[in-house]
Structures are given as structure tokens and as C-alpha cells.
């Protein structure tokens, strides 16, 4: 698909977390069960993003994330 219509598709932006201010309690693995954007690492109780380009850009995780250690980014373009 090429042209505007694909431009539909891309999510321009995607959720980082901050390690030091996850507590660890999965709420925002469980709100984002179709897209698997998010897991805990292994051993540390801590959440991450597997890979940005599964985030849907929903702001669940976000907005229920209790220790507010979800925020949104903008991607940038690549070349720049």
C-alpha cells in the first residue's frame, strides 16, 4: 500500500516506561493483551515495551498505570 492511505497505519507514536518508576503490579500487560506491546522483564518485576511498532497508540496503559511511569513518544523519522 503506498500514499496517504498507508500513512493510516503507522503509529507516529508509542509508550516508553520508566524502570525506575514501574512498581512492577502488570496492570498495563493485562490492559494490552492483543497488541503484546508490553511484558515484564524477567527476574526484575520491571514492565517494557517489546517492540514500539505493536504499541496501538490506545493510552490505556497510560492512563491506568498507577505509578504514572507510562508516557507517550513521538516517533522520529528515520534519516533524521
Known amino acids: 500500500m503506498h500514499g496517504p492511505?498507508?500513512?493510516m497505519f503507522i503509529?507516529?507514536?508509542?509508550a516508553v516506561i520508566d524502570s525506575e518508576l514501574c512498581i512492577?503490579?502488570?496492570?498495563?500487560?493485562?490492559?494490552?493483551?492483543?497488541?503484546e506491546?508490553?511484558?515484564m522483564v524477567d527476574g526484575t518485576r520491571k514492565a517494557t515495551i517489546t517492540d514500539p511498532?505493536?504499541?496501538?497508540g490506545c493510552l490505556?496503559?497510560?492512563?491506568?498505570?498507577?505509578a504514572k511511569a507510562i508516557n507517550f513518544?513521538?516517533?522520529k523519522a528515520s534519516g533524521n
Not at 11 to 14: A, V
Not at 24 to 35: A, D, E, S, Y
Not at 53 to 56: F, H, I, L, S
Not at 60 to 66: A, D, E
Open 11 to 14: 503509529h507516529r507514536r508509542y
Open 60 to 66: 490505556n496503559c497510560v492512563s491506568r498505570c498507577p
Open 53 to 56: 511498532y505493536k504499541c496501538a
Open 24 to 35: 512492577g503490579c502488570t496492570l498495563c500487560v493485562k490492559i494490552c493483551p492483543l497488541h
Open 37 to 39: 506491546a508490553i511484558k
Open 5 to 7: 492511505q498507508r500513512d
Open 73 to 75: 513518544v513521538e516517533m
